[in-house]
């Protein structure tokens, strides 16, 4: 088990302090701006939410799908949203056993990580493209993060990560992350 509180509240934190005029705003994630990139983290939450809970339905049994905006009152429910995923995957029986999200069957535990790693990555996508700083949650959850995304790094998955950017060995942890996942450590808002 692994507590993805505090990537959680990062985020929530990231989204409090994104403005409407920003929401165009272009984003790691080639096919989504900031507007449907927030409005994929809303929906994630959800999502893998119901998989900790194994409360399999519509929010488990379909693919996510891209939105162009998050739903009007998304400064309010997102955040709470993030709270309730994040205590979700503290109860140890959403990491046993079998679990669903995106119409995907997996061990829950590959699930949580699954779910951790999309709070975190999304989160930096969401600080970079916004032009605020992403304070990356503590070197534990950072390291499982690495690990997780490690293992599937070798090969592109289309539509979440692209070819992984070489990153030098001893650079940052959170670098060697985001580098993992085909984005540039060094992207800034309003860059490429």
């Known amino acids: ?15 409090g302090q994104v403005n409407d005029d920003q929401l165009g705003a272009a984003t790691p994630c080639t096919d989504m701006n900031l507007g449907a990139l927030i409005a994929h983290i809303g929906g994630l939450a959800l999502a893998f939410e119901a998989a900790a809970r194994k409360d399999f339905g519509p929010l488990t049994d379909s693919p996510p799908e891209i939105i162009d905006a998050p739903e009007p009152d ?3 429910t997102y955040p709470e949203r993030l709270a309730e995923l994040a205590a979700a995957w503290r109860e140890p029986g959403a990491w046993q056993g079998m679990s669903r999200a995106g119409g995907v069957d997996f061990p829950a535990d590959v699930g949580g990580m699954i779910a951790l790693t999309e709070v975190v990555v999304h989160g930096w996508d969401l600080a970079v493209s916004a032009g605020l700083d992403y304070h990356a949650p503590g070197e534990e959850t950072l390291a499982a993060v690495h690990d997780h995304v490690a293992t599937f790094a070798a090969e592109p998955i289309e539509g979440l990560f692209g070819p992984a950017v070489p990153v030098p060995p001893d650079a940052p942890l959170l670098d060697r992350v985001v580098g993992l996942t085909g984005r540039n450590p060094g992207r800034r808002a309003g860059s490429s």
Do not use: F, G
């Not at 088990?1 to 929530?12: K, L, Q």
């Open 1 to 15: 088990m692994i507590d993805m509180t505090a990537a959680c509240v990062t985020t929530s934190r990231l989204l």
């Open 74 to 76: 998304w400064r309010q």
